[in-house]
């Protein structure tokens, strides 16, 4: 699944920085327990997500080229924010 827009504002080295990209998200089914005589929930989960095209901007400039830590930093601020983006259904 590819949610589009994926954003998130973080900080780093007391700066305020905004991401975007795209997320590629790979589920599991995940067994979540019994509902009654052999029936069980089971809920679709995030297994992994792989952002791309990842833009990191400040209030008044776009970063074109971020460095390794602050890369990596949006990486995981947006990997988290597409998670809970797809928990919420979005």
Not at 47 to 68: F, L, W
Request: aromatic share 8%; glycine share 6%; net charge negative.
């Amino acid at each position: 699944m590819i949610i589009e827009d994926v954003s998130v504002d973080f900080e780093f080295n007391g700066k305020k920085y905004t991401a975007y990209g795209n997320a590629e998200i790979d589920t599991i089914t995940e067994d979540i327990g019994p509902v009654g005589y052999r029936e069980h929930y089971y809920a679709e989960v995030v297994n992994n997500v792989i952002m791309s095209k990842i833009e990191i901007s400040t209030d008044t400039e776009d970063i074109k080229n971020p460095d390794k830590d602050l890369l990596e930093k949006a990486d995981d601020a947006l990997c988290c924010q597409a998670e809970e983006d797809f928990d919420a259904g979005r």
